[in-house]
Every structure is written in structure tokens, then in C-alpha cells.
């Protein structure tokens, strides 16, 4: 069965990247769901790791997320904001 989700533009741009440069290294054609399929495979490695997935934990604990309805309005905007407050 196959699911459908939205993606902010931005992580979508991403996933689209990612997949061009995985196609690339490995020279045959990588689709969006195997670069995700990727991702989540190397996500679960990492966290094999008791160090890394302590530190992750302690990392992650401490972040002020924005709810899941704040991110889906602002996400696309989000980093802009971010960058222009940057440079000032």
C-alpha cells in the first residue's frame, strides 16, 4: 500500500536534492521513497548507538518545538524569517 503525505515546500526541495545527489553516487536512479527509505535506514543506525541515541535524546529534549498545526503554516516561511534576522 502506498501513503500519500504533504511535505513543506522547502523539505520536499530537500528530498528532490538529496534524491538527485544519491542518483548521482550511485549511477542508476534513485526514487523519492528510496531516498526516504535511505534516510529513515540511516536514522535507525544512528540510533542503534547508545551514545548517539542518548545524546540525541539530550539534544532533542531541550529544543522548543512549535506544535505540529504552527509548523505546517510557517515551516515554508519559517527559514526565511530565520535567515533575515541573521544578517541584522
Do not use: G
Not at 55 to 70: G, N, V, Y
Amino acid at each position: 500500500m502506498v501513503q500519500t503525505i504533504k511535505l513543506p515546500e522547502l523539505i520536499y526541495q530537500d528530498l528532490i536534492s538529496i534524491t538527485k545527489e544519491l542518483t548521482s553516487i550511485a549511477r542508476k536512479p534513485i526514487s523519492n521513497a528510496m531516498t526516504m527509505s535511505l534516510i529513515i535506514a540511516v536514522y535507525h543506525a544512528h540510533l542503534k548507538d547508545p551514545c548517539a541515541r542518548d545524546a540525541f535524546r539530550q539534544k532533542i529534549s531541550t529544543l522548543d518545538f512549535m506544535s505540529p498545526e504552527l509548523f505546517e503554516k510557517t515551516w515554508d516561511t519559517l527559514p526565511d524569517k530565520i535567515k533575515k534576522n541573521d544578517s541584522t
